[in-house]
């Protein structure tokens, strides 16, 4: 399915030949994110993304990097998490070797001007703004902070609006040049290419880069007997609601169980609370799943979003399905949320972007890359006693938080549900 090549200074290079596509991404992938930042610096891994857009050392502005790729057809975007910051291009599967010149240059030598530095800081200013139109994503947020209260894992990847307004320049060239080393990045192409090639003009772009160890990550402190519910009061016409139990981390066994846990319980139009709260009950528009996992801890989140009259109702509810699923575990419903996860990763695998991203965030999280047999046959080898014994140890009412967004003076609706 891949190759891959370290080369001596540590830079991983990992391809995934497709002769049949006539596309090519390529992306790189850094170990920056939120849980690399000191709390008077959140959001610096995010302003550093958004800086190495704003020109290079042979492309020096953001409009020449933009029209490089731009002038083939090719689109290209970068995304910061709490555990990785990644940059990649689609383009032509011709176009792919001189889209590394243009990653590898802005990833080694950015154009750190202040004057630019100001620029960004008030775009991200307004983009930080924005989550106050998205209530749902607000609800995300503050459910992450409620899990994993006071620490770099449970705050916003793009920090708040008092860090990124006092971060300056000596810090975002600091951060640059702690976490964008050669060890602490992995130069993933997926497409119409030849793993010589890509290897080549790696080297020529990014192999005298001298080795250099990268900044630590600060690991999760759990907490017990801390607030589990928080409400922000927002005027909104809907309840945006987040039930969240701590769960595994990226590299535990029991992660394939916890997905088709989510698959049955929350994902898509035939799962369990889709059913119950919308098709029989009518109380919401949208209710799902979505398990995270990170390198030493993760959360299993159920979403719904209703009216707040509802709010109490749909809560609950959630919580009685989530218990219900494992009071009986039909044969036909693991068998179809098996068929489902292998029919999800087989349809992602069609699409150069989706290939590269599945072994980039691999590669650098897990210094390793299973195919997508190994994780099919890792997925069939779950047991009903597995989903059984998963579900009791994470999908405890009493380990569990709630988050709210919405019409709601205090937390008072929700009180006592835990």
Same mark, same amino acid.
């Given at each position: 399915?891949?190759?891959?090549?370290?080369l001596?200074?540590?830079?991983r290079?990992?391809?995934?030949?497709?002769?049949?596509?006539?596309?090519?991404?390529?992306?790189?992938?850094v170990?920056?994110?939120?849980?690399y930042?000191r709390?008077?610096?959140?959001?610096?891994?995010?302003?550093?993304?958004?800086?190495?857009f704003?020109?290079a050392?042979?492309?020096?502005?953001?409009?020449?990097?933009s029209e490089a790729?731009?002038?083939v057809g090719?689109m290209?975007?970068?995304a910061?998490d709490?555990e990785?910051?990644?940059?990649?291009a689609?383009v032509?599967?011709?176009?792919?070797l001189?889209?590394?010149d243009i990653?590898?240059?802005?990833?080694?030598?950015?154009?750190?001007s202040?004057?630019?530095?100001e620029?960004?800081?008030?775009?991200?200013l307004?983009?930080?703004?924005?989550?106050?139109?998205?209530?749902?994503?607000?609800?995300?947020i503050?459910?992450?902070e409620?899990?994993?209260?006071?620490?770099?894992?449970?705050?916003?990847?793009?920090g708040?609006?008092?860090s990124?307004?006092?971060?300056?320049?000596?810090?975002v060239n600091?951060y640059?040049r702690?976490?964008?080393?050669?060890?602490?990045?992995?130069?993933?192409?997926?497409?119409?290419?030849?793993?010589?090639?890509?290897?080549?003009?790696a080297h020529?772009?990014?192999?005298?880069v001298?080795?250099q160890?990268?900044?630590?990550?600060?690991p999760?402190?759990?907490?017990?007997?801390?607030?589990?519910?928080?409400?922000?009061?927002?005027?909104?016409?809907?309840?945006?609601?987040?039930?969240?139990?701590?769960?595994v981390a990226?590299?535990?066994p029991?992660?394939?169980a916890?997905?088709?846990?989510?698959? =049955?319980? $929350?994902?898509?139009m035939s799962?369990?609370?889709f /059913?119950?709260?919308? !098709?029989?009950? #009518?109380?919401?528009?949208? &209710?799902?799943?979505y398990p995270?996992?990170f390198?030493?801890?993760?959360?299993?989140?159920?979403?719904?979003?209703?009216?707040p009259?509802?709010?109490?109702?749909?809560?609950?509810?959630?919580?009685s399905?989530?218990?219900?699923?494992?009071?009986?575990?039909?044969?036909?419903?693991i068998?179809?949320a098996?068929?489902?996860a292998?029919?999800?990763?087989q349809?992602?695998?069609?699409?150069?972007?989706?290939?590269?991203?599945? =072994?980039? $965030?691999?590669?650098?999280l897990?210094?390793?890359? /299973?195919?997508?047999? !190994?994780?099919? #046959?890792?997925?069939?080898a &779950?047991?009903?006693d597995?989903l059984?014994?998963?579900?009791?140890e994470?999908l405890?009412p009493?380990?569990?938080?709630?988050?709210?967004?919405g019409?709601?003076?205090?937390?008072?609706?929700?009180?006592?549900l835990?």
């Amino acid at each position: 399915m891949y190759n891959k090549t370290t080369l001596p200074n540590g830079l991983r290079i990992v391809t995934a030949e497709l002769p049949h596509t006539r596309s090519a991404t390529v992306s790189v992938y850094v170990g920056a994110g939120s849980r690399y930042e000191r709390d008077e610096e959140a959001g610096l891994s995010h302003f550093l993304e958004h800086m190495l857009f704003k020109g290079a050392s042979r492309r020096p502005t953001a409009r020449e990097i933009s029209e490089a790729i731009e002038s083939v057809g090719g689109m290209h975007n970068a995304a910061t998490d709490r555990e990785l910051t990644v940059y990649y291009a689609k383009v032509p599967h011709t176009a792919a070797l001189e889209t590394i010149d243009i990653l590898a240059d802005m990833v080694r030598e950015p154009v750190m001007s202040a004057v630019e530095l100001e620029k960004e800081r008030h775009v991200i200013l307004e983009e930080l703004a924005s989550v106050e139109d998205n209530p749902a994503e607000m609800a995300g947020i503050l459910i992450d902070e409620t899990l994993w209260p006071g620490q770099p894992l449970g705050r916003n990847v793009g920090g708040t609006e008092a860090s990124v307004e006092g971060l300056p320049l000596a810090a975002v060239n600091r951060y640059f040049r702690a976490q964008y080393v050669p060890s602490n990045m992995v130069l993933v192409v997926a497409g119409n290419v030849r793993h010589g090639e890509v290897v080549d003009a790696a080297h020529r772009w990014l192999g005298d880069v001298p080795a250099q160890a990268p900044g630590a990550w600060y690991p999760v402190i759990e907490h017990s007997g801390g607030r589990r519910l928080a409400v922000h009061n927002k005027a909104t016409e809907q309840a945006h609601i987040c039930i969240a139990f701590p769960s595994v981390a990226l590299d535990h066994p029991d992660r394939y169980a916890v997905d088709l846990i989510s698959a =049955m319980l $929350g994902e898509g139009m035939s799962s369990r609370l889709f /059913l119950e709260l919308r !098709e029989e009950r #009518a109380l919401v528009y949208d &209710v799902h799943t979505y398990p995270s996992e990170f390198r030493d801890a993760g959360s299993f989140t159920i979403y719904a979003g209703c009216d707040p009259e509802n709010a109490r109702v749909t809560a609950e509810l959630a919580l009685s399905e989530t218990l219900k699923l494992f009071e009986q575990l039909p044969d036909a419903e693991i068998a179809k949320a098996k068929s489902m996860a292998r029919g999800r990763i087989q349809l992602r695998m069609e699409d150069t972007r989706s290939v590269a991203g599945w =072994m980039g $965030g691999q590669e650098l999280l897990l210094d390793e890359m /299973l195919t997508v047999d !190994e994780v099919v #046959a890792r997925i069939d080898a &779950v047991t009903r006693d597995d989903l059984a014994r998963v579900g009791a140890e994470l999908l405890r009412p009493a380990a569990a938080a709630i988050a709210a967004v919405g019409p709601f003076e205090d937390d008072q609706v929700f009180a006592g549900l835990l």
